[in-house]
């Protein structure tokens, strides 16, 4: 890990994960960065970029906000873009789509907060229009991810929806023309490009928390997110 991005803890006790993770990163040298609106990273052959910080927890409505302070993060790669909104509920969900207005739509969205009926409002999904999403949920968690709710409205849209507590490892292969490829234990499947261009390819690999970007070569370059199959899922 090159570097730990975080929402603004300055207001906030840090305690539990949270402090442990600093703790961490701070014993292994890692810097860590306060998130900001519009701040970009170059990986591999695209860009991530942190398109909400969190929220307040005025706007987050509630006595416990933690959920509202994830990063809401966009992956962009030629024609391919990846959504990943964290634990984010309904009303950092209402100001991320106030804030960008027919400018969500991606070609993958993970799920937030693993697929919670708390989160993945309708008026999201339709802006962001993803082809496929993926929740990440452990198996027989605690907290019942992914909501029947969800579920349905993800069959309601149309929407390719699929679960690690199920699926197990799921990879999606994007190329930069906006073609993807998700493949798992079980079944491979090909998703078409929404608008052909460069032919550069980027590896997409929802499958843990930790995050590393190796970039094996030139044209050939990828994000691996772990997503652990435990009894958890909140």
């Known amino acids: 890990v090159q570097t730990l991005l975080t929402p603004d803890l300055s207001e906030t006790d840090v305690t539990g994960q949270t402090q442990r993770t600093l703790q ?8 860590v960065e306060t998130a ?21 927890a005025d706007t987050a409505g509630s006595d416990d906000a933690t959920n509202d302070m994830s990063l809401c993060l966009r992956f962009e790669a030629g024609n391919f873009t990846f959504l990943d909104t964290g634990d984010a509920e309904r009303n950092e969900e209402a100001a991320l789509a106030e ?15 693993h ?15 993803p082809q496929l999403v993926v929740a990440s949920c452990g198996l027989n968690n605690d907290y019942g991810h992914p909501h029947r709710e969800v579920i349905q409205e993800m069959q309601d849209e149309g929407i390719d929806f699929y679960r690690t507590d199920l699926y197990g490892t799921v990879t999606v292969t994007a190329q930069a023309d906006g073609s993807c490829r998700r493949q798992n234990s079980r079944t491979k499947s090909w ?3 929404r608008n052909p261009r460069q032919p550069d390819s980027v590896c997409l690999t929802p499958v843990s928390r930790q995050v590393s970007v190796p970039a094996r070569s030139k044209s050939f370059n990828w ?5 652990s199959n435990k009894n958890t899922g909140g």
């Open 99 to 113: 804030q960008y207005p027919f400018r969500l739509r991606s070609t993958v969205f993970k799920a937030g907060h």
């Open 36 to 56: 900001y609106t519009g701040q970009q990273y170059t990986i591999g052959t695209g860009t991530l970029t942190v398109l909400l910080p969190g929220v307040d």
């Open 223 to 227: 994000v691996e997110i772990e997503e």
């Open 24 to 31: 961490t990163a701070q014993e292994c040298g890692v810097p």
């Open 115 to 129: 697929g919670s009926s708390t989160s993945n409002t309708q008026t999201l999904l339709w802006q962001v229009q």
């Open 191 to 193: 998703l078409p490009p």
